[in-house]
């Protein structure tokens, strides 16, 4: 079953003037998190906030767990915890629990037994009768957490759930969101912090202008480039002189050099080349790319290609 499903999405606003969204075709299955990227203005919150009921789209149609997004009946499989959001400082953390599962028609045995669990889960059990203006950031984000899943929700929104997160907050929020997972739930996660992105998400969306213009894998956007660097003795610059054919750039650091090449063959050739000329090569370690590499990447062939 797909847990997201949306076809030719399209948002305008000013009477059609500003385009937010703009023919979003995107297919997300159940039990994965699942990373929205984009820079600011991509239209990443607008698309989360009518997949969720907030906003009306101009055109296209969505479905969450296969049923229309005007299907009162999905609203309670769903859990959200927006950006930047903020509790009443004079409650207790097991008090905000209580209102937001109340607000969710969640009855009183099921309300405790759900506070307990996620309280311990989120490590605040000790914090239960502590007014919120005394939490830390990282505190109020896991309490954030355990408030989104209190009506034991199937799909669950997260807008930026570790901005502002310390590294040690951000491996806690980190190990409740796998364990989410763990249980069956589909996890949309909306971050501008691509490295936590890269270590949690199953799979990515990257939204740009409105446009979706790449969505696959982590491993897919993140597999190894056609960068390599050779470890060697030292080179010469007439040796490198005759390498320069084999690639696309180099650069040559101390005791290495650090090729882009367009195929295999090229790679070949270049070892071929270092080995005629009696240069020991220590080794050959290909660059793999990391998330934010290729989101860059992606973002500037999108502005080539426009």
């Known amino acids: 079953m797909l847990a997201l499903d949306t076809q030719n999405l399209t ?31 991509a239209g990443k919150t607008t698309l989360i906030k009518i997949v969720l009921g907030i906003l009306f789209p101009t055109s296209g149609s969505a479905k969450l767990l296969e049923r229309p997004i005007n299907d ?21 953390g ?19 037994r759900n506070k307990t669990e996620l309280l311990k889960l989120v490590n ?19 309490l954030g957490l355990a408030q989104a ?34 249980e069956g739930k589909t996890i949309f996660l909306n971050s501008h912090l691509l490295s936590e992105v890269e270590m949690i998400c199953d799979e990515v969306a990257i939204l740009d202008k409105g446009r979706l213009i790449r969505h696959g894998t982590v491993k897919e956007l993140t597999s190894p480039s056609k960068t390599f660097r050779i470890q ?44 005629k000329n009696d240069i020991d090569i220590k080794g050959v370690v290909p660059h ?10 992606i973002l500037k062939k999108d502005i080539v290609e426009e």
């Open 149 to 182: 899943m209190m009506n034991d929700p199937d799909i669950l929104f997260l807008d930026e759930p570790t901005d502002g997160v310390d590294p040690i907050g951000r491996k806690e929020i980190r190990e409740v969101l796998l364990h989410f997972k763990e």
């Open 72 to 92: 009162i009946r999905i609203k309670e499989k769903i859990g959200y915890l927006p950006e930047n959001h903020r509790y009443p400082d004079f409650l207790k």
């Open 232 to 275: 060697t003795s030292k080179v010469t610059k007439t040796l490198l002189a005759g390498l320069k054919p084999h690639t696309i750039e180099m650069d040559q650091q101390n005791s290495s050099i650090q090729v882009t090449v367009a195929s295999q063959k090229n790679l070949n050739a270049i070892i071929d080349h270092l080995r």
């Open 94 to 112: 097991g008090e905000v629990l209580d209102y937001f599962a109340r607000l969710s028609a969640v009855g009183k045995s099921r309300r405790e």
């Open 288 to 297: 793999k790319q990391s998330l934010e590499e290729s989101f860059i990447e």
């Open 124 to 142: 605040l059990e000790k914090w239960a009768n502590t007014r919120i203006k005394k939490y830390s950031k990282g505190m109020q984000q896991r």
């Open 11 to 41: 948002k305008r606003f000013n009477r059609g003037k500003i385009i937010a969204l703009e023919d979003v075709t995107l297919s997300v299955k159940e039990g994965i998190i699942f990373g929205l990227l984009g820079p600011n203005g």
